[in-house]
């Protein structure tokens, strides 16, 4: 079995706070290894129902350096550097292809405007609202649409509680969710300790390859008429930066789409266009 484990850093044991998120933070540095210790949580919950399992671990928060490669888990690999769309076009899910067969969301947030906790969209400087199909969904609705072009089920999600309602209305199948804390406010929650959460997360990963063998996971279908992704901005200027892209088409002022067979096909040229659509190519990036 290979699985697929796409990271964030917002949804993560302990993580409430701006603080804790770059590398210019007081906090990051242990962020970085709450980080690596949930996601070696998960791996080991997959590895508790099927020893020999392939794990590959995307980096997905930031720089897309956080995780310490030192303290991974040694049945893993680990996709990580910069989230330029040179580097990688699928952002957060680059190294994911159909040869896996499983995906996990591990340490995500909700969306912009849902006032949870570390709430944003991708891009939370620029970024209002992504909708797919008319739809406005957050990262974890994006990534597991994309996942679903690859043929990829989404069977396990965590993060603060506020994110099991996004997922439950958006994602499709029956992901097992794991809340790693219960959230107060956009930077404030009851936050489980490590001790806690940890076996949770094992469990929560454990539970989703069995759900997975039982047929209980679905991947979402593609729909006929294809798919349309729009990106609503927060200035005119960083619609227009995204004009620049080929594929890429207005849709209102502030706005832009682009339209295609799958999510997959369709989601490079959206990244392309939000990183063009920085005021300037962003340190964090390259
Ligand atoms: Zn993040």
Same mark, same amino acid.
């Given at each position: 079995?290979?699985?697929?484990?796409?990271?964030?850093?917002?949804?993560i044991?302990?993580?409430?706070?701006?603080?804790?998120? %770059?590398?210019?933070?007081?906090?990051?540095q242990?962020?970085?290894?709450?980080?690596?210790a949930? #996601? +070696? *949580? =998960?791996?080991? @919950?997959?590895?508790?129902?099927?020893?020999?399992?392939?794990?590959?671990?995307?980096?997905?928060?930031?720089?897309?350096?956080?995780?310490?490669?030192?303290?991974?888990?040694?049945?893993?690999?680990?996709?990580?550097?910069?989230?330029?769309?040179?580097?990688?076009?699928?952002?957060?899910?680059?190294?994911?292809?159909?040869?896996?067969?499983?995906?996990?969301?591990?340490?995500?947030?909700?969306?912009?405007?849902?006032?949870?906790?570390?709430?944003?969209?991708?891009?939370? %400087?620029?970024?209002?609202?992504?909708?797919?199909?008319?739809?406005?969904?957050?990262?974890?609705? #994006? +990534? *597991? =649409?994309?996942? @679903?072009?690859?043929?990829?089920?989404?069977?396990?999600?965590?993060?603060?509680?506020?994110?099991?309602?996004?997922?439950?209305?958006?994602?499709?199948?029956?992901?097992?969710?794991?809340?790693?804390?219960?959230?107060?406010g956009?930077?404030?929650?009851?936050?489980?300790?490590?001790g806690?959460?940890?076996?949770?997360?094992?469990?929560?990963?454990?539970?989703?390859?069995?759900?997975?063998?039982?047929?209980?996971?679905?991947v979402?279908?593609?729909?006929?008429?294809?798919?349309?992704?729009?990106?609503?901005?927060?200035?005119?200027?960083?619609?227009?930066?995204?004009?620049?892209?080929?594929?890429?088409?207005?849709?209102?002022?502030?706005?832009?789409?682009?339209?295609?067979?799958?999510?997959?096909?369709?989601?490079?040229?959206?990244?392309h266009?939000?990183?063009?659509?920085?005021?300037?190519?962003?340190?964090?990036?390259?």
């Amino acid at each position: 079995m290979n699985v697929f484990i796409c990271s964030d850093m917002e949804g993560i044991t302990g993580v409430v706070h701006r603080d804790q998120l %770059t590398p210019e933070g007081h906090g990051w540095q242990s962020a970085r290894k709450l980080m690596t210790a949930d #996601i +070696n *949580a =998960a791996i080991q @919950g997959v590895l508790d129902e099927c020893p020999e399992a392939r794990v590959r671990v995307a980096d997905g928060h930031g720089t897309m350096r956080n995780i310490l490669i030192e303290e991974l888990h040694d049945a893993a690999e680990l996709v990580t550097g910069g989230a330029n769309y040179r580097n990688r076009p699928f952002c957060q899910l680059q190294g994911l292809d159909g040869s896996f067969d499983l995906g996990f969301l591990v340490g995500f947030h909700s969306r912009s405007g849902s006032g949870g906790l570390l709430q944003h969209t991708l891009v939370g %400087t620029n970024i209002r609202n992504i909708r797919l199909n008319g739809k406005v969904v957050g990262e974890i609705g #994006i +990534n *597991a =649409a994309v996942m @679903g072009s690859f043929g990829v089920p989404v069977g396990l999600v965590t993060g603060a509680s506020d994110l099991e309602a996004e997922m439950t209305a958006d994602l499709t199948g029956a992901p097992v969710f794991v809340s790693t804390k219960q959230t107060l406010g956009p930077s404030a929650a009851i936050c489980l300790p490590p001790g806690r959460s940890l076996p949770a997360i094992r469990e929560g990963a454990r539970r989703a390859v069995v759900r997975y063998r039982e047929g209980g996971l679905a991947v979402p279908p593609v729909p006929a008429g294809g798919v349309m992704m729009e990106v609503e901005t927060y200035r005119r200027e960083m619609a227009e930066q995204a004009l620049l892209v080929p594929g890429i088409e207005r849709s209102g002022e502030c706005s832009f789409r682009v339209c295609g067979p799958t999510a997959a096909d369709v989601y490079p040229i959206v990244w392309h266009g939000i990183v063009r659509g920085l005021d300037q190519e962003s340190a964090w990036l390259s």
